[in-house]
């Protein structure tokens, strides 16, 4: 073709659908630090292997290669300094911890009454977004010296966004409310031991935010090491399992202990059992009680993993789901116990394989 350009070359005409999928997909294009992550942004916004043949590309990673050799980079933000980011980290968690264990351990000092509960579910509301970090997103278009990339306009320049407040985050927070105030308001049996498995639960939603942030941290490693959009996946197949079984690792200590003091503080009527401490505190809880937190913990950590990847609204919806569905069993005159173990095992068994299924894409760790 004497004269012309190649498809799909930087001389192509405006029609190339190369540069329509630039132009769709610029500040991804301009952001990346490599061609996988913009391969993961086109997967992420449903562009497959049709998109690529449309673009004369034999897969969706070709594609990005080109892509990331024709628009210029712009220079990402600076990094935070390892120790920073540590800290922050650590705030998060101990941030995340308190405000979920205070207004419990409020609730269980003053009583489960309407008007306790009521303030205490505030402080937990706001965990989500107390504890998570504003998003950098595309800001307004440069005025001063912008480059143009590759004709397709000026660039945007990065900005805080208040993505912490959104309606999804504080959905998410009224879940984690629900699922740790209701079991103190509906409590039958032992009120004592639901307290305690309750306040474990609580302080274990640091756990929960940290267990997120490696994964997410973990991920973002991946995402930069990996060549191609399968290795990612193979990479971060084995990091969830993981990262859901720390937290429960953790749960089960919380746990534990607080059973520990439970026993010490208000021993159980009658003569006393050989084995000592550790022995009584295990006998303390049940098998159903010991299974209904590990339900309680799968519902604290995905809806963790699901915001902290950018599935804020999986993220509340999962969070609400849990009591609404136990609720609705105990309106049909299932026990409290019996409500919570059903219903939230249904719940944690949809958002494990949702989670499962969504955060092992690269486009989640963008």
Do not use: K, N
């Not at 419990?104 to 998570?132: E, I, M």
């Not at 267990?211 to 959009?229: C, E, I």
């Not at 409290?336 to 394989?353: D, F, I, N, R």
């Amino acid at each position: 073709m004497a004269g012309g350009a190649a498809p799909g070359g930087p001389g192509s005409p405006v029609g190339d659908p190369v540069r329509e999928v630039m132009a769709e997909h610029r500040a991804l294009c301009e952001r990346a630090v490599d061609p996988l992550e913009i391969a993961a942004g086109l997967e992420e916004a449903g562009l497959g292997p049709q998109a690529a043949a449309r673009c004369r590309h034999a897969d969706l990673f070709s594609l990005a290669e080109e892509l990331y050799a024709r628009v210029p980079r712009r220079p990402p933000p600076p990094e935070p300094p390892p120790g920073r980011e540590c800290a922050a980290a650590t705030r998060a968690t101990l941030t995340a911890a308190a405000l979920a264990a205070l207004p419990c351990a409020a609730v269980v000092a003053l009583g489960a009454r309407w008007p306790v509960l009521l303030p205490a579910a505030v402080p937990l509301v706001l965990v989500p977004a107390l504890a998570a970090d504003p998003a950098v997103e595309p800001g307004p278009p440069c005025t001063g010296p912008c480059r143009a990339v590759d004709g397709l306009g000026p660039a945007r320049a990065p900005r805080r966004a208040g993505s912490r407040w959104r309606p999804a985050a504080l959905g998410y927070g009224l879940g984690l409310a629900a699922l740790l105030l209701l079991p103190l308001a509906a409590a039958d049996g032992d009120r004592r031991l639901t307290a305690a498995l309750v306040l474990a639960g609580a302080v274990s939603a640091g756990s929960a935010e940290r267990a997120a942030r490696w994964y997410r941290q973990v991920g973002r490693g991946h995402l930069g090491a990996a060549a191609t959009l399968a290795e990612f996946r193979s990479r971060m197949r084995p990091v969830l399992p993981v990262a859901v079984a720390l937290h429960l690792a953790v749960l089960a200590v919380l746990t534990f202990a607080a059973l520990a003091v439970l026993t010490v503080l208000a021993p159980r009527p009658g003569p006393g059992h050989g084995g000592g401490l550790l022995h009584l505190a295990a006998e303390r809880a049940g098998a159903a009680q010991w299974a209904a937190q590990g339900v309680l913990g799968l519902l604290l950590v995905l809806p963790a993993l699901l915001a902290r990847c950018g599935r804020t609204t999986a993220a509340a919806a999962g969070a609400l789901a849990g009591p609404a569905v136990a609720l609705g069993l105990l309106a049909l005159g299932r026990s409290g116990p019996t409500a919570g173990l059903l219903g939230g095992g249904a719940v944690a068994a949809v958002l494990l394989a949702y989670a499962w299924a969504v955060l092992g894409r690269a486009g989640s760790h963008r």
